[in-house]
């Protein structure tokens, strides 16, 4: 028997593009929910600093906690629905996203924010015309690694009933068959690269002033 | 690329303040938004833990504890052993970096509970298919954080250390390890920390661990060891940080701390 059954894969697409789909949709809104949370989070940080230290050990803690363990201290609540694997991954992306908006918007030469209030540019533009934008490149830095990481994090969620990919290892395991366990894996590590030389990309088209400069 | 992780902060004892208070507001948040037939789970879940049984014997925490451990630091230590000369040989003579760190990048992105059943399935039961995973899974932070760590070393001082008379050797060891060490440690606390994790997946081809409360409960559906077992492996984790913490301030040069 070879490792990769290929008529296997071929009667399975439908199910297999199901799951990737799903692994890119619970990607996606995770990252959704985590930059809603960490973005006024890092602003409120920056504006009052001393909740920095304990905002930053707090995700921190959540970070640590082991992945599986979140998922499943979260059943209590939400029981073995779709919800529960969404606000595990939501949890930890906080702290990738929350450390990089914080870190890229201090960045932010303070000269040009000056420069900007004496444009009479109000809060809120000199916040998303000025600051935002340039503060970019670190907070793209971190949204790379926090999709990465959740890419990786959906396929354990399978051990609670969700997962994309994931599904196809749990089916590997349970019929002891690496087809579908390969077909998982690869599209798996697919689509953590695709996806970050998408943000790459993105970065790329969305600051064309650092185009020919970098290091 | 400007992929650099922002080098964490000391978290330290003194910052955990707002996590203690967490500690405390958790379980009473957690009854209370709870429904009435799980609201019991608080007070079952302690009572877990407060009964002899569950720590003694080849089932009990202390034992799944020391299990959990030593699949931690052999993994850790092997990957140590790989990541760090090589990251801060690469770092030191300016050669390779960037394909060290694309391979580290995309070895970020093997999920690890793919890596332990494939190689399972490969290799059969056994300790060998998990430490693969979790070496693999244990490289990356470390290769990259030495690199970057020996690479950010300002190259005046590696001038002045040439013009001191000191040989590579002398430089490599005396100068710009000690200046990158902060960053290095770093990167063993981030891989350390994630095989903590990640061990728990032990479980699920057959090994021990603290995996195997969270395993074993989930298909028995016994959401009382599943929740301890859970709280176990956190609590595990959150000490593990702590003390690399701890070992991270220990070993930057007296120079260096702010």
Known sequence: ?215 | MSSKDVPARYMTWRRLWPAGLCLLVAPAAFALGMKDDHANIVSQVFYWFADPRHWQGTDGLVHRIGQHLYYVVVSTVIAAAIALPLGIGLGHWGRGGLLAINVANIGRAIPSFGLIILMFLLVGFGFMPVLVALVALAIPPMLTNSYVGMQAVDPAVRQSAKALGLTGWQQLWQVELPIAIPLVMAGVRTSAVQVMSTATLAAYVGLGGLGRYLIDGLAQQQLVQVVGGAIAVAILAVITELTLAGVQRAVTPGGLKS
């Open chain 1, 1 to 215: 028997m070879s490792v990769v059954r290929w008529d296997w894969i071929g009667r399975h697409l439908g199910d297999i593009g199901a799951q990737l789909l799903q692994h890119v949709e619970l990607t996606a809104f995770a990252l959704f929910f985590g930059f809603l949370i960490a973005f006024p989070l890092a602003l409120g940080a920056i504006r009052w600093p001393r909740l920095y230290a304990p905002s930053l050990a707090l995700t921190g803690i959540l970070f640590t906690v082991p992945s599986l363990a979140l998922f499943i201290l979260l059943i209590p609540f939400t029981g073995l629905s779709i919800a529960t694997s969404l606000i595990g991954l939501t949890i930890y992306t906080l702290l990738i996203l929350f450390r990089n908006i914080v870190e890229g918007l201090r960045g932010v030469p303070h000269h040009v924010v000056e420069a900007s209030r004496a444009m009479g540019y109000s809060r809120g533009r000199q916040l998303f015309a000025v600051e935002l934008p340039i503060a970019l490149p670190v907070i793209m830095a971190g949204v790379r690694i926090a999709a990465i990481t959740t890419i990786g994090l959906v396929t354990v969620t399978a051990l609670i009933g969700q997962g994309g990919l994931g599904q196809l290892f749990i089916t590997g395991f349970t019929l002891h068959f690496t087809t579908p366990l390969l077909v998982g894996f690869v599209l798996s590590i697919l689509l953590a690269v695709t996806v970050d030389l998408s943000l790459v990309a993105l970065l790329w088209l969305l600051t064309p002033w650092q185009r020919g400069r970098r290091a």
